[in-house]
């Protein structure tokens, strides 16, 4: 075909839309974090609960979590791909912890030290993410805030080996887990009506943001969840 006739051929331009990732990322982040946290404050069980819960919190809060932060990265949301990822990941780690402890490889006196820098990491890192989801809506901010103080709580029990401060960070992490359900059902309830349902506290710019970009040499593709 001459170049000139492929000149006028019109561009296509193929959408691929998706179910916003965070749906499942926030329930499985709030389904995990509430079962593990309960028994951390005290709620229920045993000293062998934990080995009962692992495979629950590695599955919700680990593999669907972490697999909602890799489809985040498919709809171009950098917030969603590094908050499940990371904390995806980290369920993950306590269910391969869990199953060390429960086949004797290493006691819970082992882990004291090194949970403290595990939360401190994660406490710089929630704590960046809540400032980045500040520019697009509150909830969401508000979510990754209070896991971060969260963190920061059990990363002090870790480093003090304080029962008061875990159980402290436990309570925050409560918190935390209840407003990742409202935010997931909130995202949940705008795709499957179509319309804001339950409020997010989306920013105007946000709001008003071109939702059709053409950067990075992909026309067409759309950026976010929402």
Sequence with gaps: MPLDDRQNIPAQIHLEPVAAPSILGLYGYAAATFIVSAHLAG?????????????????????AQFTAGMWAYKARDGVATAMHGIWGALFLAYGMVAVMMARGTIVAADLAPAVGFWFCALTLITA?????????????????????????????????????????????????????????????????FGRAVWPLGMRQDAMTRSRVEFGMGEPGVIRGQA
């Design 43 to 63: 709620w229920y069980g045993n000293s062998r609960t934990a080995l009962v819960l692992f495979p629950f919190a590695a599955m919700l809060g680990g593999l």
């Design 128 to 192: 960046a993410g809540a400032y980045a989801a500040m520019s697009e809506n509150s909830v969401l901010a508000i979510v990754w805030a209070i896991v971060a103080i969260g963190s920061a709580c059990a990363s002090i029990a870790g480093w003090s080996a304080s029962g008061g401060w875990m159980a402290l960070a436990a309570w925050v992490f409560i918190l935390s887990s209840i407003v990742a359900w409202y935010a997931g059902s909130a995202l949940m309830l705008e795709g499957a």
